[in-house]
Structures are given as structure tokens and as C-alpha cells.
């Protein structure tokens, strides 16, 4: 993206008279940055809508906290701001259902509005599926056909939970042993519960779907046991 807008930017025939702007937002491990990064777009987009006049216009999101952010930055802001007001917004299915995406063409069609605005991390849950078909494969080489699993209480993770639980049996590379979902606040109590339950569990392969901030705390409590417990 930044690269497309440089180069229209040193164009003299592309957009004379106009430059171009961006801003880059890494949110991994923090959401908030993400979120500030969504209204700033948000608010962005109504003044765009307001300057073309565009007051009547439909809203897609994705299913996820940053498509649900939006949706609720929009439907606060739009109206107040005078730039108008949304014909429709609607939340695309992260599983691509045919009916439900017939549905929203449907609403699409019926709709006077003429200007669609979308935001979706398409591209990001492209990758997560990718990460995990290539994990079970990695599962499925090495035979390690019970295996434990430990994700974010975020949607990165909750996708992944559900992708590896509806893709290893049938892939035949074997079943879950547990899945727990790691919390965001680094309760003490529940990660101790946690890593019982790895202790307690026959599986010795763990996958982890999380960022390293996350995951840390899991693995001090992972080392005290063992320190306290040699046979971990």
C-alpha cells in the first residue's frame, strides 16, 4: 500500500495537484492501537463522504472486534458529523457462508444507496488458516497425533481454536488432548489451572496460537512447576 501511494504520489499524471497520506498501525499484541487506528479511518471516511456529498450509503465489516468497532464508530459519528447516515451496515461471515453472503448481496441490491464502505481484515484470516493447515500437516509428519492446544482470548485465537477443531480429525492427523484459551489479564489462579491441566494431560506436543506478551506468564508458571515438580 505504501509503496502504491508513493508512486502516485511522484505521478504527475495520476492525481495532479493531489498527494496522498497514510498511516501504518502495528497492533500486534495491542488491540487498543488497532481500535485507534479503525476510528481514525473512520472518521477519515465521513469526511470523505461529506466532501463528495455521499449521504446515503451501506457499511460492510468483518466479523471480528476491529469490523464491530467500526460498525459501532460509524453508526455514533456518521449521523452528528452531518455527513449522512448508513442505508444498511452488515457483518460478513468469517465462514463464507453462501446464504447468509446471498442475503447481504440481496440487501446490496434492494438498497438506493449507491456507495459501499467496507472494512475487513480479510487478508489476516487468509493467513491464520494458512498457519493452521500447515500446523496439523506438521502434526501429521511427525505423528504426533495428540496434542494440546493454547490460544488468546482475542479473535486471532478463537479462530484458530475453531479452524484446528474442525480441520485435524477429519485431516486424519489426530485429536486435541485440551484446549484452553490463555486470559488477557494474566490471572494467576487461571493460568496455574492451566498448566495442572498440561501436567495432568498424557499429551507432550503443545501448540500455542498467541503473541509472546501472552504467553510469557503461561511459561513462568510452566517453569515453577517444574522447578516444584521434576517429573512435569
Given at each position: ?5 508513493d508512486?502516485?504520489n511522484?505521478?504527475?499524471?495520476l ?37 463528495f ?24 459519528e ?42 475487513s ?46 480441520g ?30 498440561m ?28 522447578y ?5
Amino acid at each position: 500500500m505504501a509503496f502504491a501511494i508513493d508512486e502516485i504520489n511522484r505521478s504527475s499524471n495520476l492525481l495532479p495537484n493531489v498527494t496522498l497520506g497514510y498511516s501504518l498501525y502495528d497492533n500486534c499484541a495491542k488491540p487498543a492501537v488497532g481500535f485507534r487506528g479503525g476510528i481514525s479511518l473512520v472518521r477519515a471516511m465521513i469526511q470523505i463522504l461529506k466532501h463528495f456529498g455521499w449521504t446515503w450509503a451501506g457499511l460492510l465489516v468483518s466479523d471480528d472486534d476491529y469490523g464491530l468497532h467500526v460498525m459501532r464508530s460509524f453508526q455514533s459519528e456518521l449521523i452528528p458529523s452531518g455527513a449522512g447516515c448508513l442505508a444498511y451496515s452488515e457483518v460478513l461471515p468469517l465462514n463464507n457462508d453462501p446464504t447468509e453472503l446471498r442475503r447481504i448481496v440481496d440487501v446490496m441490491r434492494k438498497s438506493t444507496a449507491r456507495v459501499v464502505i467496507v472494512f475487513s481484515h480479510v487478508n489476516h484470516m487468509f493467513h491464520l488458516m494458512k498457519e493452521v493447515r500447515a500446523m496439523i500437516q506438521i502434526l501429521k509428519h511427525f505423528g504426533w497425533t495428540w496434542a494440546g492446544l493454547l490460544i488468546n482470548d482475542d479473535d486471532y485465537g478463537h479462530h484458530a481454536m475453531r479452524s484446528f477443531q474442525s480441520g485435524l480429525i477429519p485431516s486424519g492427523a489426530g485429536c486435541l488432548a485440551y484446549s484452553e484459551v490463555l486470559p488477557l489479564n494474566n490471572d494467576p489462579t487461571e493460568l496455574r489451572r492451566i498448566v495442572d491441566v498440561m501436567r495432568k494431560s498424557t499429551a507432550r506436543v503443545v501448540i500455542v496460537f498467541s503473541y509472546v506478551s501472552h504467553i510469557l506468564p503461561l511459561m513462568k508458571e510452566v517453569w515453577i512447576e517444574i522447578y516444584l515438580n521434576p517429573s512435569f
